[in-house]
C-alpha cells in the first residue's frame, strides 16, 4: 500500500515519468528511535544504562518483585510505570480538597498543584517508595513531581523549591528523607529552578492531645488518622527556619514541596515559617493529593469552588511529623 504513494518511476513505455506524488500523503521516511529517559547527555544516559544493568544483575542474586503488581525481576515493572506515568500526566490545583488551605468563605490561602491523585500504582507505589526508598521508584516518582511543579511555575527561573522538613524520629527509623529524594530527582529536570533546604522541625511541635492510657503524645509516630483539627494543632509551631538560612529565602519566590496532600496542614505550617522569614510562598507542589480536582471546574489547573469530593480514605498515607 505504501509503494502506491511512492514517486512512480519508470512507465511500462519505458519513459521516465515526472510527476510528483502529494507530499500530504507521502509517509514521513523511518527516523532512530527516540530516547526515552531524560536526560540528554550522552555521558548520563550511559550512567543510567549501567544503573539498570547494574539493577538487572542484583536482581538475580536478590530476586525482587514488583511493588503495584507483584511481577518478578524488578522493583518497578514497566506497566505499572507507565500506568504511574498515566496517573501524573494531568497536573491539577488541588487546594481546594484540603480544608486547612481554604477559609471559611472558600477562599484559597495556598494554591496548591499535585501531579495526580493519590490512588492505585501510584499510592502503592509512593507507600512502597517512603518505606523503604527504592531507587527505581525515585525516578520514576520524581518524574511525576518534576511535572508537577513545571505545570505550577512554567519557566521557573528565579524560583526555590523549599522541601517539607521531616523529623528526626522519621530520618533515623527510615533513614532517609522521602521528600528530598523525591525533589533530588526531579531537580534534574528543572533546569532553573533552585532548591533551598532551609526549613527544620523545632524540638517540641504542636500541643499535647490526648492520651493513650499511660500517657504521652497522641499520634506521636506520625498523623495518619487524625481529622483536620487534630492535624492542625499538631503541626501548629512545628517548623522554623535553619540558622542562617533568612537571606536564602527573604523577597525570593518560593514553592513549597511536600509528598502528599490530604488536609494541608502540614504545607500551611511550611508556608508560615517561611513568610515569618521574608520569603515569597507563591504555592505548593505535591506528588500526590488525596482527593481528587473537582469535576465541575472547566479547567483542572484554575482554582474555583469546592464541589463534590471523594476522600480516599482507603489508600490515605500515614503523614510523618
Not at 168 to 193: D, M, W
Amino acid at each position: 500500500m505504501n509503494g502506491a504513494f511512492r514517486r512512480i518511476g519508470t512507465a511500462a513505455s519505458g519513459h521516465q515519468d515526472n510527476r510528483r506524488t502529494d507530499p500530504d500523503l507521502q509517509p514521513p521516511p523511518p527516523w532512530a528511535a527516540l530516547h526515552r529517559g531524560e536526560h540528554e547527555a550522552g555521558l548520563l544516559r550511559l550512567i543510567d544504562w549501567l544503573a539498570g544493568a547494574l539493577a538487572d544483575l542484583l536482581a538475580l542474586a536478590v530476586p525482587v518483585d514488583c511493588v503495584c503488581c507483584g511481577a518478578e525481576d524488578s522493583t518497578l515493572c514497566p506497566s505499572c510505570a507507565g500506568r504511574i506515568r498515566q496517573l501524573t500526566r494531568q497536573p491539577f490545583r488541588a487546594e481546594s480538597g484540603a480544608p486547612a488551605l481554604m477559609d471559611v468563605g472558600g477562599t484559597i490561602m495556598l494554591p496548591v498543584v499535585a501531579a495526580g491523585v493519590y490512588r492505585d500504582e501510584l499510592a502503592q507505589g509512593l507507600l512502597s517508595f517512603k518505606r523503604h526508598g527504592q531507587h527505581q521508584l525515585g525516578r520514576s516518582l520524581g518524574r511525576a513531581l518534576a511535572g508537577a511543579a513545571r505545570a505550577a511555575v512554567p519557566g521557573g527561573n528565579g524560583f526555590l523549591l523549599i522541601p517539607v522538613p521531616t523529623s528526626t524520629a522519621a530520618y533515623v527509623n527510615r533513614g532517609f528523607s522521602p521528600v528530598h529524594l523525591l525533589l533530588k530527582e526531579a531537580v534534574r529536570q528543572l533546569p532553573g529552578i533552585g532548591v533551598a533546604d532551609v526549613l527544620a522541625k523545632t524540638a517540641a511541635p504542636g500541643p499535647l492531645l490526648g492520651t493513650h492510657g499511660s500517657g504521652g503524645r497522641k499520634g506521636a509516630g506520625g498523623q495518619k488518622g487524625l481529622g483536620r483539627g487534630a492535624r492542625s494543632r499538631r503541626v501548629r509551631g512545628s517548623m522554623r527556619l535553619r540558622r542562617g538560612a533568612r537571606a536564602l529565602v527573604a523577597g525570593r519566590p518560593c514553592i513549597i514541596v511536600d509528598d502528599v496532600l490530604t488536609t494541608g496542614a502540614t504545607v500551611g505550617e511550611a508556608a508560615r515559617a517561611l513568610h515569618l522569614a521574608g520569603a515569597n510562598v507563591r504555592g505548593a507542589v505535591v506528588l500526590a493529593a488525596t482527593r481528587p480536582p473537582d469535576t465541575t471546574e472547566p479547567d483542572a489547573m484554575a482554582p474555583g469552588p469546592p464541589g463534590s469530593r471523594h476522600d480516599l480514605e482507603k489508600n490515605k498515607p500515614g503523614k510523618d511529623e
